[in-house]
């Protein structure tokens, strides 16, 4: 069903960036599943380039069951843009949801004016993929933007609809990096450092996935692959953040 998603997305990192592989921990880098009639498979690949310290993608496939396809780019460290954040459900093809956004590390004021305003324009020609949802794992206003895409949704709209803006709103990312300053100050660098843990420990803690992976692939395999993959740079034995 996603399919398509990370076609396109392979074919831009690719072709303009240059990339270098960066390796994912042994044994996580994919992992097959036969318990039961269910089989599914999961797959990750992951690169960098000088503006880009991780492209994430993971593509889970269990037929008609399941299909997942997520996706989290981290700029590098001089660079205070957003994350990109991509996870595209789908269950029984019944149950699509997709959520698209730019990530942001920060919620002053003047940040959002630069980063976050200019998806803007994309967001209110999707209108039907923002429903404004509520969210029950996360906090919508913690690392979510205001003009991120989320929406319960059908087979055709991925199609007709959601390809259409996912290309918008990575061709806008891709700007916007493009345009980024980068940061020279050690202590301002020093600051994106700890946002983009304060992340991945945010995400390691709250990611509603924990429960599928371990249903296929078991508890230990599913806690390794978030904190030693999806989002290393959190600690497991850190105590939930309050923030
Ligand atoms: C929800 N994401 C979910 C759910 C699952 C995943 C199983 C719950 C779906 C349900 O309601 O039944 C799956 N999350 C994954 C997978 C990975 C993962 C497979 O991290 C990793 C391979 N999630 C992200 C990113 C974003 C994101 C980058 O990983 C940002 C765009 C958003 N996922 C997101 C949101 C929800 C969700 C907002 C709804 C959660 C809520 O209601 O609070």
Known sequence: MFHPFKEYLEEQIFNRF?????????GLESNISDRGKNRATIQSWCYQCPQLRKI??????????AQVFNSVMYPSHN?????????????????????LDFQPLFRDRPYQEK??????EIRDKYNELAQNLEMKFYDANQYFSKYLLFAKTDAETVVNRLF???QEYIQLYWQTLAAAQPLTNPDEIQRIVR????????????????????S????????????????????????????
């Open 18 to 26: 240059d990339l270098q592989s960066r390796p994912i921990p042994a």
């Open 56 to 65: 994430r993608y993971t593509y889970i496939d269990a037929g008609e069951t």
């Open 79 to 99: 660079y205070d843009v957003p994350l990109l954040g991509i996870d595209f459900l789908s269950f029984g093809k019944k149950k699509i949801l997709v959520v």
């Open 115 to 120: 980063y976050i305003e200019p998806m803007r």
């Open 164 to 166: 259409p803006a996912y």
């Open 195 to 214: 946002a983009q843990k304060d992340y991945d420990q945010y995400s390691a803690e709250r990611d509603p996935a924990h429960g599928l992976f371990s």
């Open 216 to 243: 296929y692939f078991g508890s230990e395999w599913s806690e390794r692959f978030l904190y030693e993959f999806l989002f290393e740079d959190a600690s497991p034995l850190a105590v939930a953040s309050t923030r």
